[in-house]
């Protein structure tokens, strides 16, 4: 744990990180786990399908992000809620997007106490619309380009960090708004992330009858909320 707060840069998120306890957030099995130096650079099974962030690689997504006091954040992947409880102690507001059902009512349980953590069950891809534009906004599953809607509803001068590639290893990259058509493009390192889902994430390998069944499904969605909007 001293090792991983040496590193922090931010003031504020190292206070938040002596703060927060990890554990609280891990289920029971995998408590211990939350600081011991053999699993600080490993991400954590919490379901089959789900891994929380190693906790080295999450502290430093949070350091570049920039937080401060007063700004508004969107998250993509609650998982387990740690991270999310971390910017919580730091910014005004956090929204955090999660599309699987499972973790989305294990952290609204775990971050119940946070009166500036709105939970939401919905396709992180698609952002929160309703509540642009965002100072910040961490994605925690890799995304296979830019994701352009979030970048929409970035704040102008505004930054993103997110997992990019569709490979098994991916890049890491901090993304600054400079304008609605330049963005800030900086390579932080080589990581490895589970596929983000969604109508702009990445698409399982399925028969083609079904692909084809599920993306008509999605059109047909995106284009009643492009008809609620007019």
Known sequence: MEEIASRIKNAELYKAFLKVNREDFLPDLLKK????????????????????????????????????????????????????????EIVDKVFSLEINNDMYNYAREKLKKYNNVEVIKADGTLGLEKEKPFDRIIVWAASPTIPCKLYEQLKEGGIMIVPIGTGKVQSLYKIIKIDENNPQIQKLTNVIFMKMKGIYGFYEDEEDDDRIERLEKQIKKLMEMLKEKI
């Open 33 to 88: 786990y939350a600081y011991d130096k053999k699993y600080v650079d490993t991400p954590l099974q919490i379901i089959p399908e789900i891994t929380t962030t190693a906790l080295s690689l999450g502290i430093y997504m949070l350091d570049n992000l920039d937080l401060h006091k007063s700004q508004k954040v969107l998250e993509i992947g609650t998982g387990i809620g740690y991270y999310t409880a971390l910017m919580a």
